[in-house]
């Protein structure tokens, strides 16, 4: 990252479009709306635009309802690609990962930067700064933001975005991409008067008991354990979702419930929609599910927590997940 020459390129007022991978997570908008807030405060003219709805579990975010979903508002964010300067990339290595805004992005003339931690990301951008050491892209932002030395307009808003992203992407702290850093910046965040059980309570205190009736009807019914209760998996029909009204977000930290089971290495949560299946894959140590999303799901991530989707229907979807698991050495 040239910070000198984007120091030099924002000295002056400019049209700014952020933009972040479909099914927005909480470090997509956490790192979206923090980098906002500094890009307001230095007086530029900043949006946030995300490819389709964000999960209800994050609208209490600051300033949340000023981002443009691109489904519900695609002329308004067209006029905003045709007149920006510059177009920040977060939270994804491809512009395959943004749906259909990959072709306004493409379209406009702005220089693209992007602030990422997935692997192999994409080279073309006019300014990078992707690091798959780091925890999250919100913990990049940070970086970011002080290698701009912005650090002056950090408030409390901005930590409770950045530690939004730090949370939701480290399994709160939890997962091993957690690092020295993750808990530095997590420490600079408290300074600002950051309070850490408001934010997890405004994260993970607020499931609708529809969404937790889901869950237990899930681990209750539809959990399985395969490959000599090495993995687990749990698939669930669209009939089965809409029985309980499901709505994105609602099957949020499921999976993970599923590599909790003592010597469970592997688990994917197979969750159909209408005419193709998302798959969310987590493991632990050395599996790498980044490698199977990418060879056989049509996706990717990390090594520890990937996602795919396959166009077909649930009995096809599980077929496939269960030789995929029964194939992998788990070793002894
Ligand atoms: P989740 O299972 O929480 O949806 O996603 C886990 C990780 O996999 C995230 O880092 C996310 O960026 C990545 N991921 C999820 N779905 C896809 C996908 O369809 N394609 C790719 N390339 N990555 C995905
Ligand atoms: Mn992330």
Request: glycine share 6%.
């Given at each position: 990252m040239d910070y000198q020459y984007l120091k030099q390129f924002l000295s002056e007022e400019r049209q700014i479009v952020i933009t972040t991978h479909k099914s927005p997570d909480g470090d997509a908008v956490g790192s979206s709306l923090a980098l906002r807030s500094v890009l307001v405060a230095e007086g530029h003219n900043v949006s946030v635009v995300v490819p389709d709805q964000f999960p209800n579990y994050l609208m209490w975010m600051p300033e949340a309802n000023s981002i443009l979903i691109y489904e519900n508002h695609q002329a308004e964010v067209q006029e905003l690609f045709n007149q920006c300067d510059l177009i920040f990339c977060l939270d994804y290595n491809?512009?395959?990962?943004?749906?259909?805004?990959?072709?306004?992005?493409e379209a406009s003339d702005a220089k693209r930067v992007l602030i990422d931690h997935h692997l192999f990301p994409d080279k073309?951008?006019?300014f990078s700064l992707s690091d798959t050491s780091a925890s999250s892209t919100a913990e990049l932002i940070y970086e970011f933001i002080s290698g701009m030395s912005f650090t002056d307009h950090l408030?409390?808003?901005?930590?409770?975005?950045?530690?939004?992203?730090?949370?939701?992407?480290t399994g709160s702290f939890r997962?091993?991409?957690?690092?020295?850093?993750t808990h530095l910046v997590a420490s600079e965040l408290l300074k600002l008067g950051l309070e850490p059980a408001i934010v997890h309570q405004n994260i993970y205190d607020n499931?609708?008991?529809?969404?937790l009736r889901?869950?237990?009807?899930a681990l209750n019914e539809k959990l399985e354990v395969i490959a000599n209760?090495?993995?687990?998996?749990?698939p669930l029909a669209l009939k089965e979702k809409n029985r309980f009204k499901y709505q994105k977000g609602d099957t949020e930290g499921l999976v993970n419930y599923g590599l909790s089971i003592e010597g469970v290495e592997v688990a994917v949560l197979l969750s159909e929609e209408m005419g193709f299946?998302?798959?969310?894959?987590?493991?632990?140590?050395?599996i790498d599910v980044n490698e199977i999303a990418r060879r056989s799901f049509n996706g990717g991530g990390h090594r520890n927590a990937a996602g795919g989707k396959l166009d077909c229907d649930i009995n096809a979807a599980i077929r496939l997940v269960k030789t995929e698991l029964e194939k992998i050495d788990y070793g002894s």
């Open positions: 491809t512009l395959e990962r943004v749906g259909a805004l990959k072709s306004e992005i073309n951008f006019d408030d409390k808003d901005f930590a409770v975005c950045i530690y939004t992203g730090l949370v939701t992407d997962f091993s991409s957690t690092r020295s850093n499931n609708s008991l529809k969404a889901l869950k237990g009807f209760s090495k993995a687990a998996i749990i299946v998302k798959f969310s894959f987590r493991s632990k140590g050395l």
